[in-house]
């Protein structure tokens, strides 16, 4: 198969789990190197306490057919940060693709709860996972980004512009860390732009996590089970389908066309032609926008 990757290297921050692993277990299937990393280890779980692990997501990189490297990093701390991109530019001298997805938030906001009723401490430390890794790990990986033409940092987050501008998502930590990763992206293709350099913000659609999977009681393979109690969950996706929207950016000759924007997987595979692992192309944003949100009866006909 056609490794268009091959030559380059990835970074994926916050890689564990979720759409980290689906996005560097994507860009491995593209022939990339791909650098993952997180706090979960063999040796070692976070406060998580799940049992997926860097390694794990390492090993799924190589066997798809990149080269997996696992480096647990705390990204809130600038030195470990500092010493992961030090090690990329001693092993490859290269950074071709950096992907923002570090987050560990989940059991760090309550729904529906007001900013003067939400724990003060969880929401700061959310903000501080979601947010201040971002920004640090950026400041650290974009000098080496930068020696060599067309990078490109994906800003991972939960809704488009378009969509978190008109709707209140959640709480107000989850909020405005949401929001504040969509700005990052604005403000980062600002000045790498100038540069040679792409940023964008990407979301998936509703993913169909480790964590969202368990929290139904569901597997990857029974899935449709869960839709008699959660009908909409019909538009869901896998993980691998926002993985493959970053491969189709991270291989796409005209990506500064993309700079500073918003994107979605689904929009993206309308444009790029990648679907999910079914074959199918589900696009939860307009499908909320048209069909969840409004109250109308789950029916995924036009939105997979």
């Not at 998502?169 to 732009?193: I, N, P, Q, T």
């Not at 964008?200 to 169909?208: E, F, I, N, S």
């Amino acid at each position: 198969m056609a490794q268009p990757l091959k030559d380059k290297v990835a970074l994926v921050a916050g890689a564990t789990r979720g759409a980290g692993r689906g996005i560097a277990v994507e860009l491995g299937a593209a022939g990339a190197t791909v650098y993952v990393t997180g706090r979960s280890t063999r040796a070692r779980r976070s406060e998580y306490d799940r049992p997926e692990t860097v390694e794990d997501t390492a090993d799924l990189v190589t066997a798809a057919g990149g080269h997996g490297i696992a480096v647990p990093t705390d990204h809130l701390d600038p030195t470990q940060v500092r010493a992961l991109v030090d090690r990329v530019a001693d092993e490859q001298g290269r950074l071709d693709v950096l992907v923002n997805d570090i987050w560990g938030g989940e059991k760090l906001f309550a729904w529906d709860t007001p900013l003067w009723e939400h724990d003060l401490d969880d929401g700061l430390r959310l903000l501080r996972l979601a947010v201040e890794t971002h920004a640090i790990t950026s400041h650290h990986a974009l000098p080496l980004l930068l020696q060599n033409p067309g990078g490109l940092v994906v800003e991972m987050t939960d809704g488009t512009t378009e969509y978190n501008r008109d709707t209140y998502r959640v709480s107000f930590f989850y909020d405005l860390a949401k929001a504040s990763v969509l700005r990052m992206a604005f403000a980062l293709g600002h000045e790498l732009g100038p540069l040679g350099a792409t940023a964008v913000a990407l979301t998936p659609g509703w993913m169909r996590s480790e964590m969202m999977l368990e929290h139904f009681g569901v597997r990857e393979d029974n899935w449709r089970d869960a839709l008699d109690r959660v009908p909409h969950f019909a538009i869901s996706e896998t993980p691998r389908y926002v993985g493959r929207a970053v491969a189709a950016l991270a291989t796409d000759p005209d990506v500064a066309r993309w700079n500073g924007a918003s994107l979605s997987s689904g929009a993206l595979a309308q444009e790029y032609g990648f679907t999910d692992l079914d074959g199918s192309r589900p696009d939860a944003w307009r499908y909320m926008v048209e069909v969840q949100d409004p109250g109308r009866p789950a029916d995924t006909a036009g939105y997979r």
